[in-house]
């Protein structure tokens, strides 16, 4: 008796001993689930596709950028400034280091300020190329991730969502604006959507749930939407007509449900005060940087778009099916349609032959009703329609231009080819359902023993599809280096030889440090500017020293070797007697001191 009760105990404790261990590891596993996520892997393969697929933008960060040394160069100056000013002197946001001596310069073109949190790391020019870099990849991935999610929402499947963030953050027609940060930011577009969805309980494939709301997502949507819109209105401004539309249709549709059902439909305080407080949100960033810009024009009416940019850049309809030439697949394919093009970077605008394809078989085959593929393939032929801007039907009004003619701000998007943001969106949305229908019947049909490992080879050949055409031949220029003389020259200062894009470059190597100076270059140029490279064509004169002293320049950095064909060419060999300044030169750089 006694001996069994001490093997039964002996036992019990033996299997506890032994289980002990093996629960410890389960919970140590469970609390790294969130590494399995579905979530957590759509961010980490939208990041190493973004990388993949840009190489080799990351393979020297330092020192080259894609595309051109022209917006890049820009653009890196962009983040650079926004992050030390707002680290430094947020009043003084607006009013940059460039353009001397003019104000609201930094309103100039689109800010990227919603990139001012990146621009607070590190310092100086070397610092601002690898942040420039490191964002032209994960903005990419942002796309990607955002693509996915709101296909996900909008009811596809995983491999469906796949598809769409590929075939949207990597399409053809994007590899033309590898120079155009600002345009490419455009992950917080899709983003937002998905979460205002998801917020609200709204899907395609499935309608309406009530049960499915989360003011917090709706809230975040929100949020991530006036995150869009500060990036620049070159793309934000869609976006912020699109949402006003949504809202006054919501509404529109409640309203009707009620009267029609003589009854309240559920919605819910908590969504009602997430919709108000992040709509407020949304509406006074809008409204805070719109105010900026008009100040801009305010000061500068040179600086307003007239509808003759738009006709200039509206693309004829070939465009829609012609890749740029930094397509790896297409480029050289589409070499005689770009010939057709008056200015292709705008107008080649290839979405993807897959992603047609596959958007055209989702009009018939889908998991979304088809009223709601109606209602798809409506906003991609209402889409593709405006971006033909003044092409279509030969002035484009009704169309394009009526929207420039009478919604306000409308008339600066000179650009209707950017519409293109929206057609692939929809399309890849209507990608995302036929290729979920695809992977649900090959899943069923699926073949039985070792040739069931076929299947997974199947249902990635629409991705890799997508993936292919995405690929890229664009170049990576290495951008130059500031010297030394901008270091030890006094601020405010002028750098020549002034004029054309070769200012991006001098705006970029303020970085260090941030001196002012006289140079830059925008969509406009203000007065000052033509004043002063005309007063100063013959430096150094008595005419141009004086000119320069008027203005408060105490210093000018000469570049003899990037002179050539300017007023500036053979500027070493100018004599600088009499005139009450003095010179020193620095590796073959001069500087001027006044």
């Known amino acids: 008796m006694t001996t069994g009760s001490t093997d039964a105990r002996t036992s019990t404790e ?6 002990a261990p093996a629960a410890g590891r389960r919970g140590r596993w469970d609390r790294w689930r969130w590494l399995r996520h ?14 993949v697929l840009t190489w080799p933008t990351i393979r020297h960060p330092a020192s080259t950028v894609p595309g051109d040394i022209g917006d890049p160069t820009l653009q890196a100056w962009q983040m650079a400034w926004a992050g030390h000013a707002v680290l430094n002197n947020p009043a003084g946001l607006w009013h940059s280091n460039t353009f001397f001596p003019e104000t609201y310069t930094f309103a100039y073109s689109d800010t990227l300020l919603g990139y001012a949190p990146v621009g607070m790391l590190g310092s100086g020019f070397e610092a601002a190329l690898v942040r420039y870099n490191v964002m032209y990849v994960l903005l990419h991935a942002l796309a990607f991730v955002g693509a996915y999610a709101l296909a996900r929402q909008l009811g596809a499947g995983r491999l469906g969502g796949a598809v769409a963030g590929v075939a949207w953050a990597f399409a053809p027609w994007r590899l033309a604006h590898s120079g155009h940060l600002n345009i490419l930011s455009s992950g917080g577009i899709a983003l937002c959507l ?54 006054l249709v919501a509404a529109g549709c409640y309203g009707w449900s009620w009267w029609r059902r003589r009854r309240r439909p559920e919605f819910g305080r908590r969504l009602l005060v997430a919709d108000l407080a992040g709509g407020s949100v949304f509406g006074a960033a809008t409204l805070l940087l719109g105010l900026v810009y008009l100040r801009v024009v305010d000061l500068n009416p040179q600086a307003e778009r007239t509808l003759a940019w738009t006709e200039m850049f509206s693309p004829p309809p070939i465009g829609l099916v012609t890749a740029p030439a930094d397509s790896w697949l297409w480029g050289e394919r589409h070499a005689a349609a770009r010939e057709q093009l008056s200015w292709p970077p705008e107008m080649a605008l290839l979405p993807g032959m897959t992603l047609l394809a596959l958007a055209a078989a989702g009009m018939f085959v889908s998991v979304y009703p088809a009223r709601h593929r109606i209602a798809l393939g409506l906003g991609v032929l209402g889409t593709v329609l405006l971006g033909l801007g003044a092409t279509l039907g030969g002035d484009g009004d009704p169309g394009y231009l009526t929207l ?8 600066a998007l000179r650009t209707p080819g950017r519409m293109m943001h929206w057609t692939s969106l929809l399309l890849a949305v209507l990608a995302a359902g036929t290729v979920t229908v695809f992977a649900g019947a090959v899943r069923r049909w699926s073949p039985r023993g070792w040739l069931r490992l076929l299947t997974p080879v199947v249902l990635l050949v629409p991705l890799a599809l997508v993936a292919v055409e995405g690929v890229n031949r664009t170049p990576h220029p290495v951008v130059p280096t500031p010297p030394a003389a901008m270091r030890t020259a006094t601020e405010p200062m002028l750098v020549l030889p002034a004029g054309g894009a070769v200012d991006l470059i001098f705006m970029l190597w303020t970085t260090d440090g941030f001196p002012r100076v006289t140079n830059g270059l925008a969509g406009f140029e203000p007065v000052t500017q033509a004043q002063t490279r005309a007063a100063t064509a013959a430096f150094p004169d008595p005419g141009s020293v004086a000119y320069l002293r008027s203005i408060g320049v105490r210093s000018v950095v000469a570049l003899p070797g990037w002179a050539a064909g300017t007023p500036w060419e053979g500027i070493a060999a100018r004599p600088i007697d009499g005139l009450g300044i003095t010179r020193e030169d620095i590796d073959g750089v001069l500087v001027y001191h006044l």
């Open 14 to 19: 033996i299997a506890d001993h032994d289980q």
């Open 38 to 51: 579905e979530w957590t892997l759509a961010v980490l393969g939208g990041v190493l596709l973004a990388v």
């Open 194 to 247: 998905a979460m205002l969805a998801r917020g609200h309980g709204w899907s395609l494939r499935y309608g309406y749930r009530p049960e499915r709301r989360r003011p917090g997502w709706a809230l975040a949507g929100w949020l991530v939407a006036a995150w869009q819109v500060s990036l620049g209105f070159g793309i934000g401004l869609p976006l912020v007509y699109f949402l006003l539309a949504a809202v």
């Open 404 to 411: 420039s003619k009478h919604l306000p701000g409308w008339d």
